[in-house]
């Protein structure tokens, strides 16, 4: 089984709509983020928690809100979505301990807002 | 703005030859990673070079950091088909604590 899992893989929706995207992981890290990805942009991060309370914002973050549930579930919520947030969007975790700093990402979720 | 900028956009070149990919990065770092990505697939960490490291090596990637002009590169000798993916630099500031900023990424393509 994959240790960053994302739900949904796929998902269209129309301009207004409120849409959670969900990610898990069984890595047992305390960091997770939330990036979107766009064609010759590269990735920008949106939120990132580094523990169940604490949240952070990221480059991008106006539209957007996160909830950490537990340290293994870190969703992010579109209130209304428009459709300039079209894009994909990943889940990472990583852990901070002596010489590791990997981040580890999801399959992704690509979102098509009409 | 990104802190990583990589160089080039894209690469074609012949399977068997070598392909190099730069990055530039802004402000002081404590370490400077490599992802690669699969068309439409998560990133997957190949490499990390560290601020006080020059070169590191892993299999056929070879990894240089200059600190002094901001820039690293990345070095993929004898390549495959296989290799056909984007590369993406990320750079983690001094502070630990702060994110990892991830460059726009070059798109390599192996011909065979």
């Known amino acids: 089984d994959a240790d960053v899992t994302q739900t949904p893989r796929n998902r269209i929706t129309k301009t207004g709509k409120r849409i959670m995207l969900e990610c898990s992981q069984t890595k047992g890290h305390d960091r997770m983020y939330w990036y979107r990805q766009d064609p010759g942009l590269g990735l920008r991060l949106i939120y990132y928690?580094?523990?169940?309370?604490?949240?952070n914002k990221g480059e991008i973050s106006d539209g957007y809100s996160v909830s950490r549930q537990a340290q293994a579930k870190f969703s992010l919520s579109l209130e209304s979505a428009i459709p300039n947030q079209t894009a994909l969007y990943f889940c990472a975790t990583s852990v901070l301990s002596g010489s590791s700093d990997t981040q580890y990402f999801g399959p992704g979720t690509r979102l098509t807002v009409l | 703005s990104q802190q990583g900028e990589e160089d080039p956009q894209a690469l074609s070149i012949q399977e068997g030859e070598n392909a190099t990919m730069n990055c530039s990065y802004k402000t002081s770092i404590n370490n400077l990673q490599w992802y690669r990505q699969n068309s439409g697939r998560g990133l997957v960490h190949l490499i990390l070079i560290r601020s006080n490291e020059r070169e590191k090596h892993s299999g056929r990637l070879r990894v240089t950091l200059d600190t002094s002009k901001k820039s690293s590169s990345l070095l993929i000798t004898a390549s495959r088909a296989a290799d056909t993916a984007s590369y993406f630099c990320a750079s983690r500031s001094m502070n630990r604590d702060d994110k990892i900023i991830f460059g726009k990424g070059t798109r390599l393509h192996i011909l065979p």
């Open positions: 928690s580094f523990d169940v309370k604490d949240i």
